[in-house]
Nanobody, 116 residues
Framework: QVQLVEAGGGWVQPGGSLRLSCGASGSSFSSYAMGWYRQAPGNERELVANITRGGSTNYADSVKGRFTISRDNAKNTAYLQMNSLNAAATAVYYC??????????WGEGTLVTVSS
């Protein structure tokens, strides 16, 4: 069982930056692939970025070059650094953990609002 808790959301002006964190409880954090998803009002949940156990990363085209996903296995934490934010980034951001044969887990989400 893994519990995920996101933090770091809030309000930021266009062009600004935020760093989200996802703290994981339970064991074997390093064995999970981690990801960040987001859901804007009226839209489906979409993948923002993910990172494998080995540290390989993947990004949605819309965030490439501006967002960076990382993980610190010693701290059982995943991060999403978001730069050059625009209004399209306004959404609830969810942390996701997945491991083969062990299932997947979601956090409750953290709201990011980009507005002037």
């Amino acid at each position: 069982q893994v519990q995920l808790v996101e933090a770091g959301g809030g309000w930021v002006q266009p062009g600004g930056s935020l760093r989200l964190s996802c703290g994981a409880s339970g064991s074997s954090f390093s064995s999970y692939a981690m990801g960040w998803y987001r859901q804007a009002p009226g839209n489906e949940r979409e993948l923002v970025a993910n990172i494998t156990r080995g540290g390989s990363t993947n990004y949605a085209d819309s965030v490439k070059g501006r967002f960076t996903i990382s993980r610190d296995n010693a701290k059982n934490t995943a991060y999403l650094q978001m730069n050059s934010l625009n209004a399209a980034a306004t959404a609830v951001y969810y942390c996701h953990a997945q491991r083969a044969l062990r299932g997947e887990y979601w956090g409750e989400g953290t709201l990011v609002t980009v507005s002037s």
